[in-house]
């Protein structure tokens, strides 16, 4: 089962959730995998601690200019929707940071004057961490395209059972890669008005994945009762609430685990999963026809 773990925004406690929800799991003889496909601020790692096994590049498909052949037309720069080539008194300019890789160029040009070669954008590391199998990827500083490096993680994904992703903040083209795939979506959140914005906007877009999901709600004893008003009007399931334990943010700081540091705190995640599986096979009874969107932007 593929199970990505969302949020609007940042710093709502995403990734303590899925770490946390991913050794909960592999404790019990689970066969588990987690992806970090935040690849702008990869972070996951500093809690698992994973032995790194492999490393390989993340690239993507860009154009590379036959100049022999170029006329200077112009009608690469025409047909890029992502103003990655310009042609400037017959001479072709390509912005290598702004090509999505789309092949347009190459389709459209007359005189094939385009060749596609690789362009290095990121790495991917795979590793093992206390039962888990570990993959994570990691942007190249200053590169735009981070769909690209999510879709390395996502395609090392190895045969384990359960399949935790933590996904990048927001609701932008990266959350989209990440979570696309996925069978069901904890959104986490935290009960301020900040929060709550974030989550409506979060929640229409895994409505509109046409993708299960449920809200956790991080430091719930704070703040106010509108998140929980919003899922009640909204019909949304609230399946896991972490109280704003000081102890939680000690242990967080130091980079350990809390299920480690304050066992307690295990039989609520545990709980989350039974939760989720109860929800899935509910969308799954109910005709729920899982993923209908299209590709990531």
């Not at 093992?128 to 769909?147: K, Y």
């Not at 490096?149 to 990266?174: F, H, M, N, W, Y």
């Not at 299960?212 to 703040?223: E, T």
Request: aromatic residues 4%; glycine residues 8%; negative net charge.
């Amino acid at each position: 089962m593929r199970v990505a773990i969302a949020s609007g925004k940042g710093g709502t406690g995403k990734t303590t959730i899925a770490t946390n929800l991913a050794l909960t799991l592999a404790d019990t003889g689970k066969s588990v995998q987690l992806l970090d496909c935040d690849v702008e601020e990869p972070n996951c790692h500093i809690f698992l601690k994973p032995e790194i096994v492999s490393r390989k590049p993340a690239t993507v498909v860009m154009p590379q200019l036959i100049e022999e052949k170029c006329t200077g037309c112009g009608i690469c720069a025409e047909v890029c929707e992502y103003s990655a080539i310009a042609v400037i008194k017959g001479k072709v300019l390509i912005f290598p940071e702004l090509c999505h890789g789309c092949g347009a160029c190459k389709l459209f040009c007359p005189e094939d004057a385009f060749l596609e070669v690789d362009r290095e954008v990121g790495i991917i590391e795979e590793g093992n961490a206390d039962g888990i199998r570990f993959v994570h990827g990691l942007l190249n500083i200053g590169e735009l395209m981070s769909p690209a490096v999510i879709e390395g993680v996502r395609k090392a994904a190895g045969e384990q059972d359960i399949l935790i992703l933590d996904s990048p903040p927001g609701t932008s083209c990266p959350v989209i890669a990440a979570v696309k795939d996925a069978e069901f979506v904890l959104l986490v959140t935290e009960p301020t008005p900040f929060g709550l914005n974030d989550l409506k906007l979060a929640v229409g877009m895994v409505r509109e994945l046409d993708i299960p999901f449920a809200v956790a709600i991080n430091r719930s004893d704070v703040g106010n009762e509108d998140v929980r008003a919003y899922c009640k009007r909204e019909k949304i399931d609230i399946i896991l609430e972490l109280p704003n334990d000081r102890r939680i943010a000690e242990v967080y700081s130091r980079g350990k685990m809390v299920i480690r540091a304050l066992p307690e705190y295990q039989e609520i995640f545990q709980d989350c999963w039974l939760n989720i599986i109860e929800l899935h096979k509910r969308a799954l009874q109910a005709g729920h026809d899982g993923l209908t969107a299209t590709e990531s932007c």
